[in-house]
């Protein structure tokens, strides 16, 4: 039917397209083994592709195809009514001053009652595929297809890259990812947060960004830790995300803040593994202090190169709020920060895809007041922080082991 | 330059005024119009979006929260064109023309399409092009044909417009000094009555179709040596024909889409708007067996030389093993021409605000082109940079195929370039060699992704500070000692005249009889004896097969290089220390090849041809390879000319730093 035509057509111009459609994905996952054991093998009945559903979702990258106007000229004559979802390059976006030319984000391919969705992923900054948000331009039509069924679309996407396995199902010769249960997965934690340029070049009008030497070496050496501890986490399988000073920067400026002087990163305790310290270790990176213990306000400091510093704060979630904890080394006074609710998004950040919490402002206010948008140079993080409540002193016969200083 | 300073005895434009209150009144009126329809479509405009907002927000209830976010970011909704010339069904244009000794501008249907009444610039003939259907600007052109050769340019660019369009002429200051025959003749040819009697600061403007009716010509004759003519304004009609009739008929394919879209808005292009036979626009040059450099991108910077753009993109296009989604233009500015001819090949271009002024505005334009680049292609470990006044060699990519891997692995390497600065007709002469040189040529090279990103990119000058990008890129700090791989015989052929540090007796001087390799699959001799060390292996082989030339002749002479062919010959010069180039300075001189600062060197050697032979050039006893001289000879030493020199080398360092 309309996805046999489908392949056609695209097989007649050679546009290697994929699977994504999880609907289909999902059951193709359930017989994963048999189907990758004999990928050629005929299959008795329609078992996948006739699931009931409005839409099949296919990947396209980007640079496997020339923007042919020949495929749509077929489709038309194939019977297909097509529509094509363009828009801003996000790749251009944080370049002050470029325009260049809107790059296709979607296609849809109507044929009777069904529809394809073609989704289309572009390689970014940081090793990973991107796909846009699928929005409607106003002389659009909103009726083409029921478009808030799309598996895709309602925001951008970030997604590694996919290893692909030829296979057959339903007597169709198709591209899946390899292993669709991680893909699946992967998806729906895929939501992509832009930085926000354009209010970064604002901020970067009000206070210019001093080109001074040191600046300069604070960001080259700041970015090279994170791309160092972005390593050695994934390598881990731990999941973190930009906080404090950090996060503001991405926030606020697209950038590292240059009188920084650390690197935030944050991380759920859930996620917390023993082997962080040692991998760390062996990364090349001391421990400069750990503070607290897994029950409790853990904090771990590694000493990168030269000055910069990389702080880790666990994240310990409530009913209804998330908190992190703070020691301080000389009196064992606790400290106690309180962030709301959040859920982690994907963004790009000095060539990395990382994660950010995706309620960013409620997050930034949280830590820093609703003057966030101000730079200050002077910040005392047992007292500065708007989120910052005393939380008792350690007791003593507990200090050798929550205050470790390196 | 007498005829530039202010006439104090000519009237000022009293007589004109009138005219110009009652148009400026009517363009208020206008204007004011304008403002009430602007207005009125906005707030039309205002209450679809609202309207739509509406619909939307109750039928996508899910993608609300999206939509509250996005929202910042979308522009759209204010982007909606209004159409400035509401379609009408007009078969007339009023065409004004005014021609003056400090004024000149032209006006169709009430815009101004032409105002030059800039002081100092601007003089000569200036040509307008209107496509006869539409009425739109196709073309612009001052020929300042006071100068000699700047009429065969207008006759040039009148030969390739094609028949049917309509021209505008007028002159502003003088246009007739050197207005040859030939010149004259074609003008005579479009109709005009005047143009074979044009003479010393008359005053003319003329419109007329090509190849067809004359609308209208106003003559004012220069009464005296020392006065012009009379202004004058020619108001003339000018009937619009069919769409159908001003375009040509050519097959629907892509291609010709492409084609057809370019040849209604633009003119000045040649042949490939011809109705007959255009030339191509795809080119399909053979692909390269093996090519290392397919997934190199390619960024090619550009700034408002459409001209030059179009001939460079052929070259490119047409060299073997190119390929062209690999390619992005940079513009610098929203100039709508260049964009037209990236669009007629097919290619992606950007467009770049400028940012600050001249030399450091080109030094930003760079460096955006550079991040952009490597952000579109983010796996590419290489770029290739090209500059749009370039002709690239039909091997170009085969070059760099052939030798990309010495950038990826020799980290004492800075740069592949195509251009080898000292590489002239009389001093190139091997397709296949290639040298190490501690500069930085540029003009068509290949940039390692981790140089830019870890090392330069952060510390790009910024726009206040007014530095060249190249200068910035050759000073120590950046270059760290590193060197670049170049041809003996250059890859690129630098043929810009009209740039930011160029003129016309710069190029002649030292860009025009530059060798350009245009043998296809040249196969590079002794690659790997271009890394490090093997490379002086390389060097110490060579000097030690040299023949040492009789230092007791003049180097400059002909004779001085015996009459042979294939041989390898060394002489030696003084070079107290690392940064002595006094008397190298001088031999470059007299052998006519770039002495405005010092180029292609390799620890004090210099590698040429002189006569078809390999000659080398060992500063002593600065270069580690003075050991290779006699203790019998002596290094030539030659002196510096007195005195002079500094009026003569202010200019020259200027120039210089553009390349």
């Known amino acids: 039917h309309v996805v046999r035509k489908f392949l056609g057509l695209i097989s007649s111009h050679n546009i290697p397209v994929y699977l994504i459609d999880p609907l289909i994905l999902g059951l193709v996952n359930k017989d994963i083994e048999q189907i990758r054991s004999s990928p050629d093998g005929p299959s008795p009945e329609c078992k996948y592709f006739c699931a009931p559903r409005d839409f099949t979702t296919f990947a396209l990258l980007d640079k496997t195809w020339k923007h042919e106007v020949g495929l749509f000229r077929t489709a038309e004559k194939m019977g297909f009514q097509w529509l094509k979802i363009i828009n801003k390059d996000p790749r251009l976006d944080g370049m002050d001053d470029l325009s260049g030319m809107e790059i296709p984000l979607h296609y849809i391919f ?91 070049r604002a901020f970067f009008q009000l206070y210019p960004d001093g080109a001074s030497l040191d600046a300069v070496e604070f960001r080259i050496k700041a970015k090279s830790l994170l791309h160092l501890a972005a390593l050695t986490l994934n390598n881990l399988g731990v999941k973190f995300w930009l906080s404090s000073g950090t996060c503001l920067g991405w926030y606020r400026q697209c950038n590292v803040i240059p009188h920084s002087k650390d690197v935030d990163l944050g991380i759920f305790i859930r996620d917390y593994k023993a082997e962080i310290i040692p991998t760390f270790q062996k990364a090349g990176l001391p421990l400069k202090h750990k503070f607290g213990k897994v029950e409790d306000s853990l904090e771990l400091s590694f000493q990168g190169e030269e000055d910069v510093k990389l702080d880790i704060f666990f994240f310990y979630e ?55 948008k101000v730079p200050v140079k002077v910040w005392d993080w047992k007292s500065s922080p708007s989120n910052v409540q005393d939380n008792g002193v350690w007791p003593v016969d507990e200090w050798d082991n929550v205050i470790q200083i390196y | 330059m007498e005829e530039w300073k202010p006439n104090p005895t000519v009237k000022p434009h009293k007589k004109r005024s009138w005219y110009l209150a009652w148009k400026y009144k009517l363009m208020n009126q206008r204007a004011l119009r304008k403002l009430c329809q602007t207005g009125a479509v906005l707030f039309l405009l205002v209450t679809v979006i609202v309207n739509i907002k509406l619909i939307l927000d109750t039928r996508r209830a899910a993608y609300e929260e999206e939509e509250e976010s996005a929202q910042d970011y979308d522009d759209e909704m204010l982007n909606v064109e209004v159409p400035r ?116 600061r008359d005053m003319w403007t003329f419109v007329g179709k090509k190849g ?93 030389r459409p001209n030059y753009l179009y001939r460079m993109l052929r070259s490119l296009l047409s060299a073997q093993g190119v390929n062209p989604q690999m390619i992005t233009v940079f513009i610098d500015g929203y100039y709508e021409e260049p964009m037209d001819v990236v669009e007629l090949f097919g290619l992606s271009g ?36 090209l500059e749009e006044d370039l002709d690239i060699s039909v091997d170009f990519f085969s070059f760099l195929s052939q030798s990309i891997h010495l950038l990826e692995e020799d980290e004492s390497l800075y740069c592949i370039s195509a251009w080898n600065d000292q590489g002239y007709e009389h001093t190139a002469e091997d397709p296949s060699l290639l040298y190490r040189v501690e500069t930085m040529p540029g003009l068509g090279w290949v940039l390692r992704k981790s140089l830019y990103k870890d090392e330069l990119e952060p510390k790009w000058p910024t726009p206040e500070k007014l530095w060249d990008w190249d200068m910035w890129m050759r000073m120590p700090e950046q270059r760290k000692g590193r060197e670049c791989i170049i041809p003996d015989i250059s890859r690129s052929y630098h043929f810009g005249i009209v740039g930011l540090n160029m003129n016309g007796y710069f190029h002649e001087a030292y860009f025009k009889k530059h060798k350009f390799n245009t043998v296809p699959n040249v196969q590079l001799k002794n690659v790997e004896s271009l890394r490090k060390d093997a490379y002086e292996t390389e060097i110490h082989r060579l000097l030690g097969e040299a023949e040492v ?39 470059a001189k007299c052998l006519h090849i770039w002495d405005l600062d010092v180029r292609g060197n390799h620890k004090g050697l210099w590698r040429l041809f002189r006569k078809k032979n390999h000659f080398l050039v060992v500063g002593v006893p600065a270069s580690p390879y003075s050991s290779k001289k006699p203790s019998s000879v002596t290094p030539i030493y030659m002196e510096p000319p007195a005195k002079e020199e500094g009026a003569v080398a202010v200019p020259a360092v200027a120039a210089a730093e553009q390349t």
């Open chain 1, 110 to 200: 109507k044929l009777a009652s069904h529809a394809i969705h073609l989704v289309v992923f572009y390689e970014r900054s940081g090793n990973y595929l991107w796909h846009g948000p699928l929005r409607l331009k106003q002389h659009m039509d909103r009726k083409f297809v029921p478009f808030r069924k799309l598996h895709f679309g309602r925001y951008p996407g970030a997604y590694e890259k996919p290893e692909l396995l030829h296979v057959s199902i339903d007597d169709l010769k198709v591209q899946i990812p390899k292993n669709p249960s991680s893909f699946l997965e992967e998806m729906s934690h895929s939501r992509f947060l832009e930085c926000r340029y354009r209010e970064a």
């Open chain 1, 318 to 372: 409530e009913e209804d709020h998330i908190w992190n904890g703070g020691t301080q080394a000389k009196s064992g006074k606790k400290f106690k920060y309180f962030f709301p609710k959040f859920t982690l998004c994907w963004t790009e950040f000095v060539e990395l895809k990382v994660h950010v919490p995706c309620e960013t402002l409620q997050y930034v206010e949280a830590n820093y007041g609703p003057d966030w």
């Open chain 2, 85 to 200: 010339h509401p379609v009408n069904n007009k078969k007339v244009l009023d065409v004004e023309v005014y021609s003056s000794r400090s004024k000149v501008y032209v006006a169709v249907d009430g815009t101004t399409v032409l105002e030059d009444e800039a002081r100092e610039q601007g003089r000569g003939i200036h040509v307008i092009v209107l496509n006869q259907a539409t009425g739109h600007v196709m073309a612009k052109r001052v020929f300042d044909t006071y100068s000699p050769h700047e009429d065969e340019a207008m006759v040039l660019f009148l030969n390739m417009v094609a028949r049917g369009r309509i021209l505008i002429f007028t002159i502003k200051d003088e246009g007739s000094f050197h207005l040859k025959d030939t010149a004259k003749s074609v003008l005579k040819s479009l109709g005009s009555q005047v143009a074979p009697f044009l003479s010393w």
């Open chain 2, 212 to 304: 067809g009716e004359v609308y209208g010509e106003k003559h004012a004759k220069s009464p005296a040596l020392s006065t012009w003519g009379d202004p004058v304004l020619l108001k003339t009609e000018v009937h619009l024909t069919s769409v159908e009739d001003a375009e040509c008929h050519w097959p629907d394919t892509e291609l010709n889409r492409r084609r057809k879209r370019f040849c209604s808005k633009v003119e000045g292009y040649g042949s490939v708007c011809s109705c007959k036979d255009p030339t191509p626009i795809e080119f399909n040059p053979d692909p390269l067996k093996d090519n290392k450099v397919f997934d190199v991108p390619v960024a090619v910077i550009a700034g408002n």
């Open chain 2, 350 to 385: 950007i467009q770049h605000t400028p940012i600050s002024i001249k030399n450091a505005r080109v030094s930003q334009h760079y460096k955006a082109s550079l991040t952009a680049t490597f952000n579109l292609f983010p796996d590419a470990k290489f770029a290739v940079v």
């Open chain 2, 549 to 587: 030339l009789d230092h007791n002749k003049n180097p400059c002479e002909d004779s001085f290089v015996p009459d042979t062919e294939g041989k390898v010959y060394v002489m030696f010069i003084k070079m107290e220390q690392e940064a002595d180039f006094t008397t190298w300075t001088q031999l």
